[in-house]
């Protein structure tokens, strides 16, 4: 049997027809059931198809969170075309690089993107759109309106396309060269993923998730497939509110969802047992960095068990998960593999370390990633012998569990999102007065880690670190930049010239603050 992921709504629909599928407390409290939520899909991939795309054609979204993302998603998938998910706080030279690199022909995007879609419009070629889709707002010149682009078209099934290898989305991460890599993933890889998380997690049906995370990383986007999958209802948040969240767990009966440990912190601060009431709310999925053992046991405190799990874009999300008495006993472990999941910790020969010494771990599964868009050199290097090598450094104790130990890759990790030091300093090195440049990650009680950059003034040059810090606003994403700046004679590199990031770790971290 071929399986279109477009189908998961499809056939949700007829089995749950009545079941809420999405509540959007900031559209007015609008509420969709399961099979309202198809018909719009299917409105979109009708509009789609007039519009002349094809399958194996990308489409580019734009979109914040909220019914017309998931919809637009499915509706690509029910076409069999690909969807590139966007990053809504990249700038217009990022994103120029992403849809360029993506050839994606149409973009659907929210009015609050207006002016850097307008930007991005005005660059002609340096990108391949051809059709410009625009949800709300005053309407561009160039573009159509969303709403009247799928008003007049039919709510019936779109004749299927693309199934199992055929690429379902390509979503980019940051490289360690500074340019962002497409992870391909197919329809195969995503239904496994889904099958993973929901054999693996405890998710019921009718389960009540709250959607806090933006829908365009891995780590938001395969929860939705799945409460799709599973039947469950999505209460979405268009951007994160600590107060709001716990809101809607009470007013909503919110049973279960996922953030970061920024969140939850956010969301301990504000937490009033007086006017909170968290009692329906089963487990807390927690990711993207490992999660502080005393903000484990705040929440055990609170009656809320915070399951930690490990994963990847590349792997399509499943890595490792941590639940029930584990999650409070073993708090510090990213738990055992998923369930569909092959999980190693491996030395540099790629033999099996013994348990507690700590080795690159590595993952092996139909989830994971078909490879990187148009880098058969980078994928070559993560995908070896059916095993994706993740770059990052654990132990795994003689019943399974494994801990994060740190990171063979650079990349930082601040509130849930990834930063490559390289993209940085890259950016840092365009300084008329900039002769060499490192970044590095400065603890951050409220982020995790932010951004320090360690900076060589060129000869018969001054340097200001707040003049540096001015000077860098606008010219990458907002949470990519520099928090911090620290001016030297010299950066330490090894005979090859590779930065001795563990070095300047040790030189500075104790130094420099991160600001409040």
């Not at 998710?203 to 998730?209: A, E, I, Q, T, V």
Request: glycine share 8%; with cysteine; hydrophobic share 45%.
């Amino acid at each position: 049997m071929q399986m279109n992921i477009g189908q998961f709504l499809a056939r949700r629909a007829f089995l749950s027809p009545t079941v809420e599928a999405v509540v959007e407390p900031a559209a007015g409290n609008r509420r969709l059931d399961f099979r309202a939520l198809n018909e719009r899909c299917n409105r979109v991939a009708h509009a789609l198809r007039a519009s002349g795309v094809r399958p194996g054609d990308r489409v580019a979204l734009l979109l914040m969170n909220g019914a017309e993302f998931m919809e637009s998603f499915f509706a690509v998938a029910k076409i069999g075309a690909v969807n590139v998910p966007l990053n809504w706080r990249l700038l217009a030279d990022e994103l120029e690089f992403i849809l360029k690199d993506a050839g994606a022909t149409v973009l659907l995007y929210d009015q609050s993107f207006a002016p850097v879609v307008a930007e991005l419009q005005h660059r002609g070629d340096k990108t391949d759109l051809r059709t410009w889709v625009q949800l709300g707002g005053t309407l561009q010149p160039f573009a159509v309106d969303y709403a009247a682009w799928t008003g007049g078209m039919p709510a019936d099934e779109p004749e299927p396309a693309g199934a199992d290898d055929d690429l379902l989305f390509i979503m980019y991460t940051s490289g360690t060269t500074g340019l962002p890599k497409g992870v391909m993933h197919s329809h195969r890889t995503v239904l496994w993923s889904a099958m993973n998380v929901v054999a693996s997690a405890d998710f019921h049906y009718k389960d009540r998730f709250l959607t806090a995370l933006p829908l365009f990383h891995v780590g938001a986007l395969m929860p939705s497939l799945c409460c799709v999958y599973r039947g469950c209802t999505q209460v979405i948040l268009k951007a994160f509110d600590p107060r709001l969240a716990w809101e809607l767990i009470r007013d909503e009966q919110i049973t279960t969802t996922l953030l970061v440990p920024a969140m939850l912190q956010f969301m301990q601060a504000v937490y009033d047992p007086q006017a909170h009431d968290a009692r329906t709310l089963r487990w807390v999925l927690c990711g993207a960095a490992p999660v502080p053992v005393t903000l484990v046991k705040a929440y055990a405190e609170m009656g809320v068990e915070v399951h930690q799990l490990y994963g990847l874009t590349e792997s399509c999300g499943p890595g490792c998960l941590i639940m029930g008495e584990d999650a409070l006993t073993r708090a510090g472990s990213t738990g055992r593999a998923y369930f569909y999941t092959e999980v190693r910790v491996v030395d540099i020969d790629g033999r099996d370390c013994p348990p507690g010494e700590p080795g690159e771990i590595v993952l092996r599964g139909p989830h994971n990633m078909v490879g990187y868009w148009n880098r058969p050199d980078a994928t070559a290097q993560a995908l070896r012998d059916g095993w994706l090598h993740t770059g990052d450094v654990g132990t795994m104790d003689p019943e399974g569990f494994v801990t994060i130990r740190d990171r063979i890759k650079d990349m930082l990790i601040s509130g849930g999102e990834n930063i490559y030091p390289a993209e940085v300093e890259n950016m840092l090195l365009g300084h008329p007065a900039v002769a060499d440049a490192a970044v590095i990650g400065l603890p951050s009680p409220k982020w995790g880690e932010v951004p320090l950059a360690v900076v060589v003034p060129r000869k018969d040059s001054t340097l200001e670190p707040a003049e540096l810090l001015a000077w860098c606003k606008g010219r990458l994403a907002t949470f990519k930049l520099p928090k911090a700046a620290v001016v030297v004679t010299e950066i330490p590199r090894n005979p090859s010239g590779k930065i001795l990031k563990r070095v300047l770790r040790e030189q500075y971290l104790d130094k420099v603050r991160a600001p409040e």
